[in-house]
């Protein structure tokens, strides 16, 4: 009896879990906007477009080329010198832009800032929707997005 009703229990918790919690493989930009009433708080693995890391900006982007591209497919990165130094480490790529995974804190701060309107010092300089970011590996570009 006691078996049955801790099996039941499990199953209950397993079932009830979200995608979210669950996933493995990483998110695209649009992804996280997509999920991010689930995702605030959580440590996501994030795929897509990233260029040089400055002190003062660092964006991760679902597209090769960041310009005219609507604000819910770019996202900040926050601050951290591993993942600045293994970005800038990166070669092959003469403009600088490289598909990457990363693992990063979902904060959700400064999204609605994306899209360059006046924004609050603290989304400023280094915004960090994506917080504490871990640089995992680079990945070729799907042959539909190289260099768009």
């Not at 900040?76 to 832009?97: K, M, Y």
Request: glycine residues 6%; hydrophobic residues 40%.
């Amino acid at each position: 009896m006691l078996r049955e009703a801790f099996s039941l229990a499990l199953a209950t918790v397993l079932l009830g879990c979200s995608d979210v919690a669950d996933r493995q493989g990483p998110y695209s930009v649009a992804e996280v906007f997509a999920a991010q009433a689930d995702l605030i708080g959580k440590r996501i693995k994030v795929v897509g477009y990233v260029g040089k890391c400055l002190d003062f900006n660092c964006t991760v982007s679902d597209h090769y080329g960041i310009l005219d591209k609507p604000p819910e497919t770019l996202m900040a990165i926050g601050p951290s010198e591993s993942f600045d130094n293994a970005v800038a480490s990166l070669e092959g790529n003469p403009f600088g832009r490289h598909r990457i995974v990363f693992e990063a804190t979902f904060s959700g701060r400064c999204l609605e800032y994306m899209d360059h309107r006046p924004m609050p010092a603290e989304c400023e300089f280094r915004a960090d929707s994506l917080a504490d970011p871990v640089f995992i590996e680079m990945r070729e570009a799907p042959s539909s997005q190289q260099q768009e």
